[in-house]
């Protein structure tokens, strides 16, 4: 608000003058409140009780169709790191706050500017941050991989489900409402627990068997001897729902 008031102060000392130049002063002015007004590409916002520990994480770039340039990435980027450096946090919901979109995939409008370099340094940003083709073989095979990859066709929600890809296939405007009452039961874990299970499988996949089993070992070491293992046997024997702490 400080910096609204020094804007209009200035517009207020140039309009006092009489300048040739009140049609650019009115233009910059005009822009500089735009600029004010815009919003973050990314938005944390975190869930209130009951469902406290759910941490929603909204993109919101209306304008493009939500989809993902420098600013867009660095926003998911620097989320992704606030939510990681927040133990409050147990599960993350990735939502659109855009109607009927989530997500266009690559600014290929803002691609067209980039020189070589400058491509080559965000598509590697893109990689480190989504796994791109690596991952997509992981789930639907290497045939499926490639077919989808040479031809670049797209899938409806129904295919998209039978291939693996996404989980659920939902009619129209329910996707946020079965996201949510699957955050909420995954919320009701232990988080210890929760954290675990995501490192021995993500790891696991990368690894033969035998030393994926060695990965499942190290990650149950590190819940063997914690407070919510024990209130789990607890709330189990006492037949009660367990209240988890992360300790």
């Known amino acids: 608000m400080r910096i ?17 130049a009140n049609n650019v002063h009115l233009a910059l002015f005009s ?27 909204r993109l919101e770039r209306p304008e493009a ?19 990681k450096a927040d133990a409050t946090a147990n599960v993350v919901l990735l939502a659109s706050s855009v109607p009927k979109v989530f ?3 690559a600014d290929l409008k803002e691609r067209r500017l980039m020189s070589p370099c ?11 941050t989504f796994l791109s083709f690596e991952r997509l073989p ?21 295919e998209a489900v039978t291939m693996g890809v996404v989980n659920y296939c939902v009619p ?10 699957l955050a909420q039961e995954i919320n009701q874990k232990g988080p210890l ?19 994926g089993l060695a990965v499942e070992e190290e990650c149950y070491e590190q819940v063997l001897h914690t407070q919510d293992r024990l209130e789990g046997l607890a709330a189990f024997a006492e037949k009660r729902k367990p209240v988890y702490t992360g300790k």
């Open 4 to 20: 609204l008031r020094g804007i209009l102060a200035v517009s207020g000392h140039l309009a006092g003058r009489r300048a040739p």
């Open 31 to 57: 822009r500089a409140l735009q600029i004010l007004a815009q919003q973050e590409p990314v938005r944390l916002q975190k869930l209130s009780a009951p469902d406290s520990g759910i941490v929603e994480m």
């Open 65 to 83: 169709r939500n989809a993902i340039g420098r600013e867009m990435l660095q926003g998911l980027r620097s989320a992704i790191e606030k939510v």
């Open 103 to 105: 997500c266009a995939g």
């Open 118 to 128: 400058e491509v080559r340094e965000f598509v590697n940003s893109l990689r480190s």
């Open 138 to 158: 992981r789930i639907v095979g290497k045939s499926r991989a490639k077919e989808l990859i040479f031809t670049g066709r797209r899938f409806d929600a129904v």
């Open 172 to 181: 129209a405007g329910e996707a946020y409402k079965r996201a949510l009452e």
């Open 193 to 211: 627990a929760i954290r675990m299970a995501k490192k021995a499988i993500n790891q696991g996949m990368e690894v033969d068997l035998s030393a």
